[in-house]
């Protein structure tokens, strides 16, 4: 919103030595985003003044048509004589009143005038256009003063008040009033203090059933109408000076009397009128809901299909006019204009005005009003406003006749505690600040502890009582508020989950992993390409209502794909080498659907209410997911480069769990997307936790990664829930260790884990650790037979062992490996 500080002055009495810059600092003082002051006119200088054509002579023989005037400038240019000047422009004849400079003046841009030859003559000035001082962008031809224009040699810079501030104001969606000059100076005016003489304050006629016919069919959408005729307006009536400045500075274009005056009153009180030729409406004005299918052309000559939505104004023969956006291309005022002048100004409710313009892809300065509420007490002043102003400038007569329509509607009144701002601010501001600042934004206020603060109408964002709280705190100044640094209670650092998942990551990260962060979202088709079987849980997954992107509507549920692609665009950028982890969320449906409840916005939800919505809301475990390709260990001096394997993505599982401090037990098993004899399914107890291994070669071509690229996924919930607790450092024993090897040949289908949880379980307290150093299978020990040696710690936290309670110990484990898995020493 543009407000020239000329136009503010109307209403506001600002301090004489006020400059803009002074205004905006108020303003943004009290809570306005004003992001600039221009300056204009600040480079002309005089003499510049009004010219009258006495003479145009044509001149011949140059690529364009060139024109010698003379024109009467008064006694400006000190002799009174007529002033011989070139010029290139076609629109004005002889009698025209235009706008002169003289020699020794100066235009925007430094652009010094001085008498000067040019084709064959000797220009002594120049005749101006309104971008040559700074108007506008209009260049097709110079200024041609409307008739009554003062006499030649009047200063022009003071008549076509070229030098003022015009302050730009972001207006934010809850400040909707202030897309007007009225709300911008009732903002100055309680800034400065002064009073403030509002433009609506005017006197009106009450409906007196004899307008223009109107019928409202939906007063939901149209709640208050008021409609008044003008006649005998003078067509050919031209816009004021004043008037057309006025426009330019905020930024419209002027284009006709009427409808120059229609936008300068939605300037000016922040309610958009529309103007109607009436010999062109046929029967009453309705305002209702568009039948779909409906076609209207609008003002910019587009034909629009209409929606069930679209609020519309119609006549006899259908929709006239979008309502609160644009009007009708039928009903539109001509270019020769019209004598009879049908004046609307309505309330729109803000949802279907937003709607619509959306939908039809078509802003106006309307909507952009309409959408942020305006002011619905203020439709007759306005109206009121305009046939003034047609009256006394297009000499036209207004009909006594006025129509106006209004649901009844009752003053919203808030409740609030006096001290209620003070607590909010932490600060002090006390009963009669708090009344006083509510009373100078137009709020009527009674009570004494307990305030009953009615809103005025044209602040239709003040709904709540921290509306008005945040009123009285930007009016004392946001920059009083007392800095307080917020005191967090003790004790209340990481939760254990929070801790977890960091150790996880920097333990993954200390085995040379690099995290990698992915979106939620997945398709269908990505379930496809892991080889997932219809029936597969995974495949039930959450469906977004409203997705960032179609192609991905759901929620995941599992890690993979996003790790997946993220290998794949790092493989295709030249890095072969990779190692991913991710940590995060996935989303698994309950089995029935609740339907999560509508939540007040009034009051806090009850605890009940809390655990509907959590209760309607997706099963999201925590895991952890690996993905690998390449070499684990590059190649050098010391050897070759050692491919990252199945046993990577296991040993990263063990890793996490050990962060938990649980053991895996890791079995053999068929998981898609993994390759059916290179799967591990990986187990806490006897609960399976996650899966790991190398992933089916139908898996790494549908996703593009590389051949042998391996993974690992893990519920790190089912693996805490497992029994895991905190980590601890380990203790560090005093006494020696004695390490006895054992060979134990079992069937090639026994898993090496079972044998190893029976040595375990036979050893018993002494035994430290257990690693499996080797794998043999041969004739040697029989068709279907394998041999696992093991190497067995033992060591006593209270002394050094001896030799027998070492053997003894070995003996016991082997004995539970004999009972519990058929196993028998090598060579025995």
């Known amino acids: 919103m543009r407000v020239?500080?000329?136009?503010?002055?109307?209403?506001?009495?600002?301090?004489?030595?006020?400059?803009?810059?002074?205004?905006?600092?108020?303003?943004?003082?009290?809570?306005?985003?004003?992001?600039?002051?221009?300056?204009?006119?600040?480079?002309?200088?005089?003499p510049l003044v009004v010219g009258q054509v006495l003479t145009i002579e044509e001149l011949e023989g140059f690529k364009k048509p060139i024109r010698f005037c003379t024109v009467d400038v008064g006694d400006a240019n000190g002799t009174g004589e007529p002033q011989e000047i070139v010029c290139g422009a076609r629109n004005f004849a002889v009698g025209d009143r235009v706008v002169v400079i003289l020699p020794g003046g100066v235009l925007p841009g430094d652009f010094q005038i001085a008498a000067r030859k040019t084709y064959g003559r000797v220009s002594h000035g120049m005749i101006c256009s309104a971008r040559e001082l700074g108007m506008g962008d209009d260049h097709d031809g110079i200024i041609v003063l409307p008739p009554g224009a003062p006499a030649p040699g009047t200063d022009a810079i003071e008549l076509l008040e070229l030098v003022d501030e015009v302050l730009d104001i972001a207006v934010t969606p809850d400040r909707g009033y202030c897309l007007s000059i009225r709300g911008v100076a009732r903002e100055a005016a309680i800034a400065y203090g002064v009073p403030l003489r509002d433009p609506a304050l005017i006197d009106v006629p009450a409906h007196n059933g004899e307008g223009y016919p109107v019928a409202i069919a939906d007063p939901e959408g149209c709640d208050r109408f008021t409609a008044r005729t003008v006649t005998g307006v003078d067509p050919e009536a031209l816009s004021p000076v004043w008037l057309q400045r006025r426009l330019q500075k905020v930024g419209m274009r002027p284009i006709s009397l009427t409808v120059d005056i229609a936008n300068y009153v939605m300037f000016e009180l922040g309610l958009p009128l529309h103007t109607y030729d009436r010999t062109r409406?046929?029967?009453?004005?309705?305002?209702?809901?568009?039948?779909?299918?409906?076609?209207?052309?609008?003002?910019?000559?587009?034909e629009r299909t209409l929606d069930a939505e679209d609020l519309v104004i119609t006549d006899d023969t259908g929709p006239i006019g979008l309502a609160g956006v644009m009007g009708g291309e039928n009903t539109e005022i001509a270019d020769g204009g019209s004598a009879d002048i049908l004046i609307e100004a309505g309330h729109f409710?803000?949802?279907?005005?937003?709607?619509?313009?959306?939908?039809?892809?078509?802003?106006?300065?309307?909507?952009?009003?309409?959408?942020?509420?305006?002011?619905?007490?203020?439709?007759?002043?306005?109206?009121?406003?305009?046939?003034?102003?047609?009256?006394?400038?297009?000499?036209?007569?207004?009909?006594?006749g006025v129509t106006e329509i209004a649901a009844p509607v009752s003053p919203r009144t808030i409740a609030m505690r006096a001290d209620h701002p003070d607590r909010v601010a932490g600060a002090d501001y006390g009963r009669e600040t708090v009344v006083r600042r509510l009373q100078e934004i137009g709020c009527d206020v009674t009570g004494s502890d307990e305030l009953a603060v009615t809103v005025p109408?044209?602040?239709?964002?003040?709904?709540?009582?921290?509306?008005?709280?945040?009123?009285?705190?930007?009016?004392?100044?946001?920059?009083?508020?007392?800095?307080?640094?917020?005191?967090?209670?003790?004790?209340?650092?990481?939760?254990p989950g929070q801790l977890l998942r960091r150790r996880v990551g920097r333990a993954l990260a200390g085995a040379g992993y690099v995290e990698a962060l992915s979106y939620p979202f997945i398709s269908s088709d990505v379930l496809d390409q892991l080889g997932l079987d219809a029936d597969d849980?995974?495949?039930?997954?959450?469906?977004?209502?409203?997705?960032?992107?179609?192609?991905?509507?759901?929620?995941?549920?599992?890690?993979?794909?996003?790790?997946?692609?993220?290998?794949?665009?790092?493989?295709?950028?030249?890095?072969?080498?990779?190692?991913?982890?991710?940590?995060?969320?996935?989303?698994?449906?309950?089995?029935?659907?609740?339907?999560?409840?509508?939540?007040?916005?009034?009051?806090?939800?009850?605890?009940?209410?809390?655990?509907?919505?959590?209760a309607a809301l997706p099963d999201q475990p925590h895991r952890v997911g690996v993905v690998l390709a390449g070499a684990r260990e590059q190649a050098g001096w010391w050897g070759e480069a050692q491919p990252a394997t199945w046993a990577d993505a296991v040993e990263a599982a063990r890793t996490v769990a050990r962060q938990a401090g649980v053991a895996l037990t890791v079995r053999a098993g068929q998981y898609a997307p993994f390759h059916p004899g290179r799967c591990a399914v990986l187990l806490a107890g006897e609960q399976i936790v996650g899966h790991a291994g190398e992933l089916h070669p139908r898996v790494t071509k549908a996703f593009g990664v590389p051949e042998r690229t391996c993974a690992m996924e893990i519920d790190l919930d089912l693996v805490v829930a497992a029994?895991?607790?905190?980590?601890?450092?380990?203790?560090?024993?005093?006494?020696?260790?004695?390490t006895q090897d054992v060979a134990l040949v079992v069937d090639a289908d026994v898993p090496a884990a079972e044998v190893e949880a029976a040595l375990r379980a036979g050893a018993g307290e002494l035994l430290e650790s257990v690693r499996l150093f080797d794998i043999f299978a041969g004739p040697q020990i029989g068709a279907g037979r394998k041999s696992l040696a093991y190497a067995l710690r033992f060591r006593a936290p209270d002394r050094t062992l001896t030799a027998e309670e070492a053997s003894a110990a070995r003996d016991a484990a082997v004995a539970s490996a004999a009972t519990r898995t058929q196993a028998t020493l090598r060579g025995a």
């Open 4 to 46: 020239p500080l000329s136009w503010l002055r109307e209403y506001v009495d600002l301090p004489a030595g006020a400059t803009g810059r002074d205004v905006q600092a108020k303003l943004i003082s009290a809570g306005l985003e004003v992001e600039t002051v221009d300056q204009l006119g600040a480079g002309i200088k005089g």
């Open 281 to 302: 409406v046929r029967g009453a004005i309705g305002v209702r809901r568009a039948t779909p299918g409906e076609k209207l052309t609008t003002l910019d000559g587009v």
């Open 349 to 400: 409710a803000p949802i279907p005005i937003a709607r619509t313009s959306r939908r039809h892809k078509l802003g106006s300065e309307a909507s952009r009003r309409y959408e942020r509420g305006t002011d619905p007490l203020a439709t007759s002043a306005a109206a009121q406003r305009a046939v003034d102003l047609l009256v006394l400038l297009g000499g036209g007569t207004a009909e006594p």
């Open 457 to 495: 109408s044209w602040r239709p964002d003040l709904s709540y009582i921290n509306d008005l709280a945040e009123e009285v705190i930007r009016l004392e100044g946001y920059e009083n508020l007392p800095s307080t640094l917020p005191q967090p209670p003790a004790g209340r650092g990481l939760t």
């Open 537 to 614: 849980d995974r495949r039930r997954m959450v469906r977004l209502a409203n997705p960032l992107d179609d192609t991905e509507p759901h929620l995941r549920t599992t890690l993979l794909p996003g790790l997946l692609g993220t290998l794949r665009r790092n493989h295709g950028r030249g890095a072969n080498d990779l190692a991913l982890f991710e940590t995060g969320l996935v989303f698994l449906p309950a089995e029935r659907q609740v339907l999560p409840p509508r939540l007040p916005v009034d009051r806090r939800p009850t605890d009940e209410e809390i655990a509907g919505l959590v």
């Open 723 to 738: 029994g895991g607790e905190t980590a601890t450092g380990p203790r560090v024993s005093t006494f020696p260790v004695a």
